[in-house]
């Protein structure tokens, strides 16, 4: 996990080397992504799916919103559903088609199986683009949770680390 953390902050040191993105101030963009597992048997089945909304607030810059819906169903059980639901900055890099970007985010994660407790951390991904404005997008992030500001510092170490690769949209 040391390696994740250390590798992203080298990208966010090397990051104003590159050239800043072509993204036009104004513009949105929205993206989603899924996966799914089930057992042999297909008694336990989990999905969950994730979308978002972002704007550009400037060439670089993204403000947005992130939902992500986990649904749980095993045999013998009630299907159980948790959700979260946070908000972003991304910072993105590069002319080309491959367009580095690393940010930070805070939200709120709720559901059946999930304790409700905040959220945040950093994030970095990269989205390639394929058409002028539409992209494939791999991302991973880092969230440590807790109930109050108290909690960050004691919690900044017992986080989750979680990988998404998607597609999205400019428009």
């Known amino acids: 996990m040391n390696n994740v ?8 040191a090397l990051a104003p080397s ?15 992504s899924g996966q799914g597992a089930s057992d042999n048997d297909l008694d336990t089945t989990d999905f969950s799916l994730t979308g978002s909304y972002g704007h550009y607030i400037n060439d670089r810059g ?17 299907t159980d559903f948790d959700g979260a639901t946070v908000g972003y900055y991304d910072h993105h ?19 059946d199986r999930t304790e409700e407790t905040f959220s945040a951390g950093p994030e970095a991904g990269l989205k390639y ?3 002028d404005k539409t992209f494939v997008q791999g991302m991973v992030q880092y969230q440590f949770l807790f109930e109050d500001g108290g ?20 428009f």
Do not use: C, H, W
Request: charged share 20%.
């Open 5 to 12: 953390l250390k590798s992203t902050f080298i990208v966010a």
């Open 18 to 32: 590159m050239v800043f993105a072509q993204a036009v101030s104004g513009e949105k963009e929205i993206t989603i």
């Open 62 to 78: 993204q403000v947005g919103i992130r939902q992500t819906l986990s649904i749980s169903d095993r045999e013998g059980e009630s």
């Open 93 to 111: 890099f590069g002319r080309s088609d491959l367009r580095p970007f690393v940010g930070a985010n805070i939200g709120f994660n709720y559901g």
């Open 129 to 131: 683009y394929v058409l």
């Open 151 to 170: 909690d960050v510092d004691d919690n900044y170490d017992d986080g989750v680390l979680y990988y998404s690769v998607g597609m999205g949209f400019n």
